[in-house]
């Protein structure tokens, strides 16, 4: 997986599993701008976890599920195909569209109904027995992306079981953007707000970094004016830069200049999104 200018970040990484491995636990927030890179690294992470002989429980946020309590919760328990209908999963509980039987989270400041916290109190302890079951045999990763997009009650679950991830072998990885949420930014502070917290930035990329990524994908072709123009069309963005590239694989032969095509509009669109 091709990650350009994150040695850094991917050191860091690096040696959270190592530790994790050996037996300390501990909390890291990845962090960035759109586009920036935050999913590929979570990707990379989970690779070395399983390759380090962790297990990897991962869930992906999206603001259309934002309003699915527990959502959260209940990806990271049914993405542990091990543990075979455990009587005390979350998702055995939900509906055919992955749904608790519970009314999603009020806005912050809103009022919360008499059965919001003991669906909380459940999912908490039903993710503690899970993780306390899973790390008395091997380190434990849980990977968690687009944070920002998380549903609060997932959220303050993860916050509860990264005061314990200490003690424990593992480690609990969050990506977000920088561009936090109203409500979820609170939580999110929490969690780096853990003693010895890592919070991982990722930069857009720089010229020569984005000069680079071109001369891996088109060869010759990557020439310091074409460099030039996707830095002013992109601001260093690997996502957009990704598109264009793309883009630019199904122009005439010889192009010397980016193609603002399908691909870069789509992914201009989703960052603004």
């Known amino acids: ?3 350009i200018e994150s040695d850094e970040a991917i050191a860091e990484i690096n040696g959270l599993l190592d530790a994790c491995v050996a037996g300390r636990g501990g909390v890291a927030v990845i962090t960035g701008p759109v586009a920036s890179g935050k999913s590929a690294l979570m990707r990379v992470a989970a690779e070395r976890a399983v390759e380090a002989g962790a297990w990897f429980l991962g869930a992906s946020c999206s603001y259309a599920q934002q309003d699915v309590q527990l959502g959260v919760v209940n990806q990271l328990l049914r993405s542990l195909p091990s543990l075979e209908s455990p009587p005390w999963s979350v998702a055995e509980q939900a509906d055919d569209r992955g749904r ?14 008499g059965s919001a916290r003991p669906a909380c109190a459940r999912a908490d302890e039903q993710l503690n027995r899970v993780v306390l079951d899973v790390t008395a045999r091997r380190p434990l990763v849980l ?11 997932s959220l303050r679950c993860l916050v509860r079981l990264a005061s ?31 003693p010895e917290c890592r919070n991982i930035r990722l930069r857009l990329l720089s010229l020569a970094g984005i000069g680079e990524m071109l001369a891996q994908q088109l060869g010759d072709q990557a020439t310091p004016d ?4 996707f830095h002013a069309l992109t601001g260093g963005s690997p996502g957009l830069i990704r598109a264009l590239i793309e883009d630019l694989g199904h122009a005439k032969a010889g192009t010397p200049q980016p193609v603002i095509g399908p691909a870069f509009r789509q992914a201009l669109m989703s960052c603004l999104s």
């Open 1 to 3: 997986m091709m990650l």
């Open 100 to 113: 608790l039987p519970y009314p999603a989270a009020q806005p912050p400041g809103g009022s919360r109904s």
């Open 143 to 153: 990977g968690v992306d687009d944070v920002h997009h998380a549903d609060t009650q």
């Open 164 to 194: 314990r991830a200490r003690s424990l072998p593992l480690l609990i990885l969050a990506a977000g953007s920088t561009r936090d949420q109203p409500g979820c930014a609170p939580l999110q502070a929490d969690l780096l707000a853990e």
């Open 226 to 229: 074409l460099t030039a123009d």
